[in-house]
């Protein structure tokens, strides 16, 4: 069974960093992108970023650009999310999701729970 | 980047009823457009991938069709639990996803 765990979220002030962690089980890691998206308090589900099986790709929505970076450990089972400058409007619930497929054009077919971001001074 | 737009933005609809929810692409993605549904508290469960392929485990009362920049997605007798709302996203771009804006579907 496939299980995506997100920890790393919580409380932080505008402008400071925070970094999220999924860590993954229950199939081949290194055959599958990941990614993260994201759910604001009432809007609806926003990608965010995702990484290619080795690294070698890597994406970012326009409104993160910049200030995320994503990583993977694959001897670790493990994808991470650099969050730096955060601002208010990246208040989400944010998920780690598995693509089917390898290389950043698949579909999402297993997603965490999600973990939540709050940015507040 | 490709825009991806829903509509209507949401819906009521009656058990039994038969439900189109329609997704538009801002250029063509030839199939590479997936649908979701999302419920309050869940996680997002992926419905169709590739337009039209249904994902293992998920009703055959859903179907997605289109190609190119128009796709629909169609349930064909709304059940108690298919109260919730849908996402359609592209894959057309790697690296670069989408989501539409998502559609509501309440209880009439």
């Known amino acids: 069974e496939v299980q995506l765990v997100e920890s790393g979220g919580g409380l932080v002030q505008p402008g400071r960093s925070l970094r999220l962690s999924c860590a993954a089980s229950?199939?081949?890691?290194?055959?599958?992108?990941m990614h993260w998206v994201r759910q604001a308090p009432g809007k609806g589900l926003e990608w965010v970023s995702g990484?290619?099986?080795?690294?070698?790709?890597?994406g970012y929505a326009d409104i993160v650009k910049g200030r995320f970076t994503i990583s993977r450990d694959n001897a670790k089972n493990s994808v991470f999310l650099q969050m730096d400058s955060l601002r208010l409007d990246d208040t989400a619930l944010y998920y780690c999701?598995?693509?089917?497929?390898?290389?950043?054009?698949?579909?999402?077919?297993?997603w965490g729970q999600g973990t939540q971001v709050t940015v507040s001074s | 980047d490709i825009q991806m737009t829903q509509s209507p933005s949401s819906l009521s609809a009656s058990v039994g009823d038969r439900v189109t929810i329609t997704c538009r692409a801002s250029q063509s993605i030839s199939r590479y457009l997936n649908w979701y549904q999302l419920k309050p508290g869940k996680a997002p469960k992926l419905l169709i991938y590739t337009a039209s392929s249904l994902q293992s485990g998920v009703p055959s009362r859903f179907s997605g069709s289109g190609s190119g920049t128009d796709f629909t997605l169609t349930i064909s007798s709304l059940q108690p639990d298919d109260f919730a709302t849908y996402y359609c996203q592209q894959s057309y771009t790697t690296l670069l996803f989408t989501f539409g804006g998502g559609t509501k579907v309440e209880i009439k």
């Open positions: 999701v598995k693509e089917r497929g390898s290389e950043g054009s698949g579909w999402l077919d297993s």
């Open positions: 229950g199939f081949t890691f290194d055959d599958c992108g």
């Open positions: 990484i290619s099986w080795n690294s070698g790709g890597k």
